[in-house]
């Protein structure tokens, strides 16, 4: 699926009509200068040896060199991957809170005014395009209330922690600092608050669906029967078993997580691969273009398999 | 075949009809043709356009409010005719029956189409006639006349029916009024807008709202309530071509592979399937960085995003119903392959397309606008809340709220209402929880 993924990249990116190197560089270009420069970027080679050598590239961790700068695409791409991990981490852990938990209080209250107030606010944080949010929160938390900063990672006057993995906030833990820690927290609330609000409609219907059919079965009743309390029954018995369908999406949802992504780090100048598309997509950098999609294709994929692998390790009925 | 499905369809239509509705409908139209030819008669004076363009209009019109009534006349003859004969949609019970009767046994199509003509052919007359500073009186008239017909068509004629249905009907009611009054507004926008839209400071630049300024103006002194009223168009064009395209390619290649099953089948839904994994936005902005801006490219990069959603849920419907009894009986009468899909398979999946359709062009409506966020849009010189957004977003720091949050929540208004009309449509055909 990887394979058919990659092919398909390659196929839009670089089969279809429009030499990628001639639109780097828009208008006429002396074509000396262009032979060079493709011949730079092997781009002067048949496609089908292009494309041998873009899918072993890939398997390899090659994605190739940079239109803009001839620096390697791959090693621009960790440099900033950290950080689109981290707001991904972060909003999604916010969405699955927040989703589960409106989720479970609207199915609880079905049928009621709640209820239905909270699936209409599923269905709203659906239709806001999330970069609309983002203003919307950057406007009020940033300008008006002043409280949070509405954009970039962390403090310019102040040193950052010592790179280990890259995401500011792990990193200051590492080092042990606690106000670095802090601010990177800070910068952090509104990008993941924002993206975490747009994902969390789907999280707060599959709650709701599956807790409603949780609650009905027997060894629920059977709980309250018995005279367990209330919080219990819903959080341990009935939950614990609608969980699992939750799981599944957050794997499905983090195509969805990244594609957010984009538009929120470039709504909050948060210097992770989303802007960094996007400056590349300014300057026409196709190489890099291609190496991002890839990139996520890839990633998504993992997660998948990933998410597949523990569903199976949770639920002892399925065997890989 | 298709003169009993088109016969079965006109049925439907009319016998979902009552008389006080019709009645209405045939008030409204003809209030419209009234106002039609008060406005062709003040028009006419000013500029020296010929009778014969008006009364053809205005004959057009009266076609148009006829057609309920030709549609019963037809529908009469027919059901005396074939009393017993089934026709294709009454075959189908259950489930899908309330969709087919949601979907054509109401006027509602009518209406959009009727409303649609109306409103085209008062744009294009208003193009040749309105003067430069602004719309005229009568042709505000007209525009305020669509719309009640279309706001008493939908109350009149559908929310009894759909209300009897519980909420899904008032979601898909709520949905259709969201989007039928932003089609309008955008179809009449030259009438309704106070100011033309692209005129650069008709007031001071960012001004707050205020009486003259109902929502403020943009940074190049616009008007920001025109800019909005007109901005739909692109964004709606948009959509509608990418989901247009969708369907038309997700739909039959869904129907196809599945039917046709084996390899093929396997080949297209791991295509699909792998396209479907991707983060959508990404690949779209890949897509349309490539092809570069306007409509058609940017139409095209959302519609190859979204071309899995289809396929995959016709593909699954399709094995399900392809194993049904009658379609069985359907090949062992000796029907051809192509008849059984379009005639047997198709209605049946139509209400679920549907649904995706409508959820669908909620996505489109928001990937066409992340993508103008993100520089890969339109041209600059249209009227598209998706720039005044981008553009507004620059004025945050000076705390100019208005530029941002109407554009924006122009956005958000036509995404939920597509939303909801899939979201009911979804209920309606799941009733799994009504218990």
Known sequence: MI???????????????????????E??????????????L????????????????????NLGLSMQDYQPVTSQIMSRFPATLELAIFSMTFAVILGVFLGVKSSKNYDTVKDNSIRILGVVTYAIPVFFLGMIMQMIFGIWLGVLPTGGRFDPRLDRPPTVTGMLTFDSILHGDLYSFVTAVRYLILPSITLGTVLCGIFIRLTRTNMLEALRTDFVVAAEARGLPDGRITYTYALKNAFLPILTMI?????????????????????????????????????????????????????????????AYLDPRIRL | MTQKLVKGVFLQVSSGTKGLPRSVLFLAGFVLIVLWIFISVAVRSNSGIGVP?????????????????????????????????PTVSNTQDGQHGIVNRLLFGSKIPLAILTALVLALVVQGLAS??????????????????IAIYLILTLVVDWYPRLHVRGSPGLLVTVGLAIVLSMLYMTLASEFIVPYDPFTLEVGRSLEPPSLQ?????????????SRVLAGGATMIQVAALSVVVCFSIGVPLGLMASYQGGAADRIVSLVMDSLFAFPGLVLAIAISAILGPGVVNMALAIAVVYIPSYFRVVRSQVLTIKELPYVEAAVVMGARNREILSSYILPNVLPSAIVVLSINFADAVLTAAGLTFVGLGLPIDVADWGWDLTFGWEQLLSQKWWVITFPGLMIVFLALGFTLVGEGFNEILTPKLKE
């Open chain 1, 3 to 25: 394979f058919l993924l990659l092919s398909l990249v390659f196929l839009i990116l670089r089969v279809l009509p429009g030499d990628p190197a001639l639109l780097h560089f």
């Open chain 1, 251 to 311: 794997g499905l949802q983090f195509a969805a997580l990244l594609a957010g992504a984009v538009l929120t780090e470039t709504t909050f100048s948060w210097e992770g691969l989303g802007t960094y598309l996007i400056q590349r997509i300014n300057h026409r950098d196709y190489t890099a273009i291609q190496g991002v999609v890839v990139f996520f294709g890839v990633l998504v994929a993992m997660v998948t398999l990933v998410i597949d692998v523990v569903y």
């Open chain 1, 27 to 40: 208008k006429n270009v002396d074509p000396e200068a262009l032979a060079i420069f493709k011949h730079r």
């Open chain 1, 42 to 61: 092997g781009l002067d080679k048949p496609i089908w040896q292009q494309y041998f050598e873009y899918l072993l590239g890939v398997f390899v961790g």
């Open chain 2, 53 to 85: 363009f008006v009364t053809a209009t205005v004959g057009f019109g009266f076609a148009v409010m006829l057609i309920p009534a030709v549609l019963r006349f037809w529908s009469l003859k027919s059901s005396r005719e074939q009393q017993a004969a």
């Open chain 2, 128 to 145: 040749v006639f309105v003067p430069e500073h602004g719309p005229t009186l009568p042709l505000r008239l007209v525009g305020a006349g």
């Open chain 2, 213 to 225: 300024f109902p929502l403020g103006t943009t940074f190049l002194g616009q008007d920001l309530l």
